[in-house]
């Protein structure tokens, strides 16, 4: 039976250590959090299969971005197997393709890059204004993620309050990091999967939030994700019981570190 979750950093880290089967073949540890939870946590597969693509790029490059599919729930009681393509190692960037599998059936496809870190001309949009600080935010209802904090900014708008303003969320892991940048990386992709663009709406028939269908999320700027990071999501679209949101990551310091883009299903609840 599925455990329910770490209770330290080293068992998160064990989490992310995935076990080395042959070749560009990894198996992951099954669901850990939480127990009752009818299928896996997205943010999860999603981290363990950017942590297999890691260990077959070349060192010093890191995580630049990722796009992923959601094609079948995963089986809490079961372990992944991730599949690695090589598709191309270049001057500076690494493409990788990853498979995620239980019982023979793809239920998480990746594509993924890494490049080594350069330095240039920058611009950065800026964060939002009038938003709390974490210490001023209440805590999220939903503390799915295994020694995670989340908590709720509300506060003011710097737009009217008619627009359809999505979640913003504070997130940290509750507890001291390695340095390693990958493991990072790891598990913002691993929190970047607990938002939802459409807590605001208040649309009939429009679920807050529902299983993902496809991730995309893009590295900036190395960040610590044992420090407070601001998840800011706004709706962009829904229709087809499919809603498109937006979010931008900013850390303490106002620094932009990820963007992501994401699609949820968004069906009105079954009768009873």
Same mark, same amino acid.
């Given at each position: 039976?599925?455990?329910?979750?770490?209770?330290?950093?080293?068992?998160?880290?064990?989490?992310?250590?995935l076990?080395?089967?042959?070749?560009?073949?990894y !198996?992951?540890?099954?669901?850990?959090?939480?127990?009752?939870?009818?299928?896996?946590?997205?943010?999860?597969?999603a981290?363990?299969?950017?942590?297999?693509a890691?260990?077959?790029?070349p060192?010093?490059?890191?995580?630049?971005?990722?796009?992923?599919?959601?094609?079948?729930?995963g089986?809490?009681?079961?372990?992944?197997l991730?599949?690695?393509d090589?598709d191309?190692d270049?001057?500076?960037?690494?493409?990788?393709?990853?498979?995620?599998?239980?019982?023979?059936?793809?239920?998480?496809?990746?594509?993924?890059?890494?490049a080594?870190?350069?330095?240039g001309?920058?611009?950065?949009?800026?964060?939002?204004?009038?938003v709390?600080?974490?210490?001023?935010?209440?805590?999220?209802?939903?503390?799915?993620i295994?020694?995670?904090?989340?908590?709720?900014?509300?506060?003011?708008?710097?737009?009217?309050? !008619?627009e359809?303003?999505?979640?913003?969320?504070?997130? !940290?892991?509750?507890?001291?990091l390695?340095?390693?940048p990958?493991?990072h990386?790891?598990?913002?992709a691993?929190?970047?999967?607990?938002?939802?663009?459409?807590?605001?709406?208040?649309?009939?028939?429009?679920?807050t939030?529902?299983?993902?269908l496809?991730?995309?999320?893009?590295?900036?700027?190395?960040?610590r994700a044992?420090?407070w990071?601001?998840w800011?999501?706004?709706p962009?679209?829904?229709?087809?019981h !499919?809603?498109?949101y937006?979010?931008t990551?900013?850390?303490?310091?106002?620094?932009?570190?990820?963007?992501?883009?994401?699609?949820?299903?968004?069906?009105?609840?079954?009768?009873?």
């Amino acid at each position: 039976m599925p455990s329910d979750g770490p209770h330290t950093i080293d068992e998160l880290l064990a989490f992310l250590d995935l076990e080395h089967i042959d070749g560009d073949l990894y !198996r992951g540890r099954p669901g850990v959090w939480p127990a009752d939870r009818p299928a896996i946590y997205g943010g999860e597969t999603a981290a363990q299969a950017l942590w297999a693509a890691a260990q077959t790029v070349p060192e010093g490059r890191l995580p630049h971005s990722l796009h992923g599919y959601f094609l079948r729930p995963g089986e809490m009681s079961l372990p992944v197997l991730f599949h690695v393509d090589r598709d191309r190692d270049g001057r500076s960037f690494s493409s990788r393709r990853v498979a995620a599998t239980q019982r023979g059936e793809v239920i998480f496809e990746m594509s993924c890059s890494f490049a080594e870190p350069i330095d240039g001309p920058e611009y950065v949009q800026p964060p939002r204004t009038g938003v709390p600080g974490p210490d001023e935010c209440a805590h999220a209802d939903r503390q799915w993620i295994a020694l995670a904090e989340i908590r709720v900014a509300a506060g003011e708008r710097d737009q009217p309050l !008619r627009e359809p303003w999505g979640d913003r969320l504070w997130m !940290r892991v509750a507890g001291p990091l390695p340095d390693d940048p990958l493991v990072h990386a790891c598990l913002h992709a691993l929190t970047s999967d607990a938002g939802a663009g459409f807590g605001d709406l208040g649309i009939d028939g429009v679920p807050t939030m529902g299983p993902s269908l496809d991730h995309a999320l893009w590295f900036h700027h190395p960040s610590r994700a044992d420090d407070w990071v601001l998840w800011d999501c706004m709706p962009v679209k829904v229709g087809s019981h !499919r809603g498109l949101y937006t979010a931008t990551a900013h850390d303490l310091t106002g620094r932009l570190v990820a963007t992501v883009a994401q699609e949820m299903l968004l069906r009105p609840p079954r009768p009873v």
